[in-house]
């Protein structure tokens, strides 16, 4: 179950070091991502750490994956029994 109620957002705070740049977040599940369970994350440079380029002029996350014509619910059920994602 999810912690996090429909319509609603939940931000999290956590510090990285070293890390500037795009990264991508999936589960280890296919059946999880079939879901949605996936996305980008952009970690932007503290403004007092200089960085060695300029800011770009624009900055965009663009999120390709795979489609399913089936929802998760009936893909879940595929997987129980034993079969893999179409």
Known sequence: ???IPPGKNF???LQVKDQIGSFYYFP???FH????GFGGIRIL???RIPVPFPDPAGDYTILIGD???SNHTNLKVHLDRGKKLP
């Open 1 to 3: 179950t999810c912690p």
């Open 11 to 13: 931000t999290y705070m």
């Open 28 to 30: 280890s599940l296919a």
């Open 33 to 36: 991502k079939a879901a949605g």
């Open 45 to 47: 440079s503290r403004p």
């Open 67 to 69: 489609w399913y014509k």
